[in-house]
C-alpha cells in the first residue's frame, strides 16, 4: 500500500483520489488500514461526512432544564451551543457573532436572558435573532443577521443536534429509542457528576473499543462481574450458557408485567445490523449478573430508583448512537459518555452520571459509591486506546483480521464508516 500512495504521488493527489488508493486496500474483515487513524486528511473527510453530516448526541435535557440555560461545546473547529427558549424548546447556534465572528459564550454552561457577543455587544435573543446592534446603521436589516441555526431536537431526556443542511430523518430513532428510554426517567433526572478526559487516540479507535469485549476479562476486572457480555460463543461452556439462558428466562418473566424486556439474548455485544444501511442508533436492556441490581462495585443499589421502576431488578438499559453518544442504565443511575473529534490523533470524552432529579446527595447517593465501576472502565479504556493509536501509529503495522465470534461489532461499525465516507 506504501508503494501505491508512494506513486500516486498524494501530496498533489485530490483528496478523492487519494482516498481512492487507501480504500482499495481495505479488507471486509479486517482492521483499517493506519492512514485512517492519524492520516489529517482523512481526518477533514471524517469531520465533512461523519461529524457535519449527521446526528450528534449533544447533551442531556436537564443540563438545560429552564430558560436560557445553555450548554456549549466543540465539534472540531465549530462551537455549538445548546439553549432552551422562552417557548420550551430546544434550540442550537453556531456560536458566533455574525458581526465579526467572535465567540459569543465562552463557558461551557450557563444561563443567559440574552446573548451578547463579549467583542461589540451585538445582542441576541435566545432564540437567535438579533435585538440590538449598537452603531450600526438605522436601517440595516437585523433580521437577515441572527445567529446560524444548527438542527435539534431532543427524544427522552437526551438532546441531538445536526450541523447538516438537510439532515437525516430523526423520526426512525425517535420512534425506536423513546419507548425504550421512556421507563429510564432521564427525562425527570439530573447531572450527579461530569467527568472531561482528553484520549490520545483518534475517535474511531475509541469507538470501536467501545464496540467489543473481547478485551474485557484482563482489562476490566469490575466489569465483568456484573456484565455476562465477556462471554462468546466460542468459549462459553454448557454451564455458563446455561447460567445465561436461565437468567435472561428469569429476567424476562419478571419484567413482563412491568412491560421491560429482554432485548438482548446474545452472549456478545448487541450488534448494529443495519449499520450498513445509515442505521445509527440501537437500543437494548440487559440482564445483569445473578444478584447484581446495579452496576455498582458490589452490585448494590446506591441511589434512589430513576423513572417509572418500582423495582431494582431491571438489568442495564444500553443505547448507543454512531458517533458519539452511549449510555448504560441502572435502576438507580444511568451513565452517559459522548465523545467529540478533537484531531486525528485526539478525542475530547465526557463521561455523566445521572441520578433521579430529587436524590440529594449526601443523603440520597454518595458520588463515592456511585462513579467507581464506569469511572475505572473508561479511564481503563481510554489507556487501551492510548497505546492503540502508539503501535497504529509504527510503519510497521498492518490491518489485522476481526473475530467472528467477539468482534462483529467492530465491523459493522467500520463498513459503516467506510460507507458513510465513500
Not at 487513524?37 to 443540563?63: K, N, P, Q, T
Not at 420550551?88 to 465572528?101: P, Q, S, T
Not at 487501551?384 to 509504527?394: A, E, H, L, Y
Amino acid at each position: 500500500m506504501q508503494n501505491a500512495l508512494q506513486s500516486a504521488n498524494p501530496r498533489r493527489a485530490t483528496v478523492p483520489e487519494r482516498l481512492k488508493l487507501i480504500l482499495a486496500n481495505c479488507r471486509s474483515g479486517w482492521s483499517l488500514p493506519r492512514e485512517f487513524y492519524c492520516d489529517e486528511e482523512i481526518y477533514r473527510l471524517d469531520v465533512e461526512r461523519i461529524w457535519r453530516h449527521g446526528w450528534l448526541f449533544a447533551g442531556h435535557s436537564c443540563e438545560v432544564p429552564q430558560a436560557g440555560d445553555y450548554i456549549a461545546f466543540w465539534i472540531d473547529s465549530d462551537s455549538i451551543i445548546v439553549i432552551r427558549g422562552e417557548d420550551g424548546l430546544v434550540r442550537a447556534f453556531h456560536n458566533l457573532c455574525r458581526h465579526r465572528g467572535s465567540l459569543i459564550c465562552a463557558d461551557a454552561r450557563g444561563r443567559a436572558s440574552r446573548l451578547v457577543c463579549p467583542y461589540h455587544q451585538w445582542t441576541y435573543a435566545i432564540d437567535g435573532k438579533l435585538l440590538a446592534c449598537r452603531g450600526m446603521p438605522d436601517d440595516l436589516d437585523k433580521t437577515q443577521l441572527g445567529l446560524h441555526p444548527v438542527h435539534a431536537r431532543e427524544i427522552e431526556g437526551l438532546i441531538y443536534v445536526s450541523l447538516a443542511p438537510e439532515p437525516p430523518d430523526f423520526e426512525p430513532a425517535q420512534m425506536l429509542l423513546g419507548p425504550i428510554l421512556k421507563p429510564q426517567g432521564l427525562t425527570r433526572a439530573k447531572v450527579a457528576k461530569s467527568i472531561d478526559y482528553e484520549i490520545e487516540a483518534n475517535w474511531k479507535l475509541v469507538w470501536e473499543n467501545n464496540r467489543e469485549c473481547y478485551h474485557c476479562n484482563v482489562n476490566h476486572p469490575q466489569y465483568i462481574k456484573a456484565n455476562f457480555d465477556h462471554y462468546n460463543a466460542d468459549d462459553s461452556t454448557e454451564r455458563i450458557r446455561h447460567r445465561i439462558d436461565a437468567q435472561v428466562k428469569r429476567s424476562e418473566a419478571k419484567w413482563a408485567e412491568s412491560g421491560l424486556t429482554v432485548s438482548h439474548k446474545e452472549t456478545g455485544m448487541t450488534r448494529f445490523p443495519d449499520a450498513e444501511r445509515n442505521i445509527w442508533f440501537s437500543a437494548n436492556r440487559t440482564a445483569l449478573v445473578e444478584g447484581w441490581m446495579s452496576e455498582t462495585m458490589d452490585g448494590r443499589q446506591v441511589a434512589p430508583l430513576m423513572g417509572d421502576y418500582v423495582d431494582p431488578d431491571v438489568g442495564t438499559l444500553r443505547a448507543r448512537t454512531l458517533p458519539n453518544f452511549w449510555n448504560h442504565s441502572s435502576c438507580d443511575h444511568g451513565v452517559s459518555t459522548q465523545l467529540l473529534p478533537a484531531g486525528p490523533q485526539s478525542t475530547r470524552a465526557r463521561v455523566t452520571w445521572l441520578v433521579h432529579q430529587d436524590a440529594v446527595e449526601g443523603r440520597d447517593y454518595r458520588l463515592d459509591e456511585l462513579l467507581p465501576f464506569w469511572q475505572l472502565t473508561s479511564e481503563q479504556d481510554w489507556e487501551i486506546c492510548k497505546n492503540q493509536q502508539r503501535g497504529v501509529n509504527s510503519t510497521a503495522y498492518k490491518p489485522g483480521p476481526y473475530s467472528p465470534v467477539k468482534e462483529y461489532n467492530v465491523d459493522a461499525f467500520v463498513r459503516w464508516y467506510l460507507k458513510m465516507l465513500a
